[in-house]
């Protein structure tokens, strides 16, 4: 098997060592040659890559090298994987995402509604960039991004690079799911065999299978609705803000049993029970600053100080291994089914060909080959079209630097409707994205 040269853009994440343990979990399935990571906060990803080399010390001594960077060349060259994970603004604008609907009683959340738009508006041309550089300096790699918010960023990079064929966009949440249909089953996440549709964040799932094909999804939704539904991946098993979205997944599929719904589902389906639950003051963003980014932090510090790893608890999560296997598959021709995003082009027979949907896919070294959904039922096809219009208006407004555009965006999110709040709300955004949105230029109304 040939050793992979791997890059990670955005090395300074909360989410690296993580990746970094599953990297070692993985070793066998996508042996590496050698680890970069890139970053443009300095400070902020020296921490974790003084970290990350205690570890990969000790668990990963077959490596040739790892070192990390802030200069683009250095990073990209000889890349044959860049997994992407950045996030413009970082925890601070998500905040103010979370915030700012709030204030007017609308979802105010990290990737859907008002947040999602603010969060795509800073992203896109973030993307774009890096995108382009990894191409100056590593024509060939794969680029697997992470980075939300998903859907809005892998719709502007299809209109950006529509023949770079070797950009992959995807997100755990589906796998973190199936880790918690695999435990109400006894058995593991590569046992199953998903059918899903939807757009990111915005999908359902419409059968499991095991391995040998026989269907499990009857089993499962009675689990749920006899004994709830529970988050199982490390990460996020003990998390209060988690468990309480799990469990939100019993009242939808109480409401509509059809199929089993994502997660973010909840966001849409739910916005006045949402609203309700938050508090201004701790947000997801707040609670991500004192919980995720804290532990992180003082994990690796307690690692640099002791130059080992003896006195902390690393995790490896399933996310991670997801995302591992997803390059393996690319890389060595696999053929494994994973659920990831993709044009649509007639997978969904009565959607547009050029939404970009989540589906599941049989992923190869010519890339991902995914299988047909069909003809998707009235319910789930209006609530797509309608966040579907609303994810393209948003990347025509980055484009055409549109206001209008902008408002009927969020007219259109099921986390808004109204318009006058829209309005008020895309005006709060637009002033604490200064530094971040394109200049927008507004249509006046036609007068006398
Ligand atoms: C899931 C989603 C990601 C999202 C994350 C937020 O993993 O798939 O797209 O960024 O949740 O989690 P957090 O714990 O930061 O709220
Ligand atoms: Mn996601």
Avoid at 117 to 131: C, E, F, K, P, Q
Wanted: hydrophobic share 40%; with cysteine.
């Amino acid at each position: 098997m040939k050793r992979q040269n791997l890059v990670v853009v955005g090395g300074g994440s909360t989410y690296t060592l993580g990746m970094i343990m599953s990297l070692i979990e993985e070793k066998k399935n996508f042996p590496l040659k050698s680890i970069t990571f890139y970053d443009i906060n300095e400070e902020r990803q020296e921490k974790i890559a003084k970290a990350t080399e205690v570890i990969l010390r000790e668990k990963y001594p077959e490596l040739d090298s790892f070192h990390y960077t802030t200069d683009k060349k250095e990073a990209y060259t000889n890349a044959d994987f860049a997994f992407v994970q950045i996030r413009t603004g970082g925890l601070q604008m998500r905040e103010k995402d979370e915030q700012i609907p709030l204030k007017y009683d609308a979802v105010g959340q990290e990737t859907c509604g008002p947040g999602g738009m603010a969060y795509g508006l800073r992203s896109i041309g973030d993307m774009i960039n890096v995108v382009n550089d990894i191409r100056e300096y590593a024509p060939n790699a794969w680029i697997l991004n992470y980075t939300n918010p998903a859907a809005i960023v892998a719709e502007a990079l299809r209109r950006e690079f529509p023949h770079d064929d070797k950009i992959l966009n995807i997100c755990d949440m589906p796998a973190a799911i199936m880790v918690s249909y695999a435990k109400i089953l006894g058995k593991e996440i590569w046992d199953l065999v998903p059918e899903y549709f939807g757009l990111n964040h915005f999908g359902w799932f419409t059968n499991i299978y095991d391995k040998q094909g026989n269907r499990l999804t009857d089993d499962i939704k009675r689990a749920i609705t006899d004994n709830g539904f529970i988050p199982e991946d490390s990460e996020i098993v003990n998390d209060p803000s988690w468990i309480k979205t799990f469990k939100q997944v019993e009242t939808m599929l109480n409401d509509f049993p059809d199929y089993l719904p994502n997660t973010y589902l909840q966001y849409y389906l739910y916005p006045s029970d949402m609203v309700a639950k938050e508090e201004m003051t701790n947000t997801r963003a707040r609670q991500v600053i004192n919980g995720r980014e804290k532990r992180v932090h003082t994990m690796s510090d307690q690692i640099i100080k002791d130059q080992s790893t003896e006195n902390v608890e690393l995790e490896v999560d399933i996310h991670g291994c997801y995302m591992i296997r997803v390059a393996a598959s690319l890389a060595y021709n696999n053929g494994d089914t994973f659920i990831v995003i993709v044009e649509n082009n007639g997978l969904i027979s009565n959607l547009q060909s050029d939404a970009m949907v989540e589906v599941p896919a049989a992923l190869t070294s010519r890339g991902p080959k995914p299988y047909a959904v069909g003809e998707i039922p009235t319910f789930q096809k209006g609530l797509i079209e309608g966040q579907l219009a609303f994810e393209k208006l948003v990347v025509d407004a980055w484009y055409e630097r549109d206001y209008n555009k902008l408002l009927q965006a969020l007219t259109l999110n099921r986390a808004v409707v109204d318009a006058p709040k829209a309005r008020q709300i895309l005006d709060d955004l637009i002033e604490v994205n200064k530094d971040y949105w394109p200049e927008l230029k507004q249509l006046q109304p036609v007068q006398g």
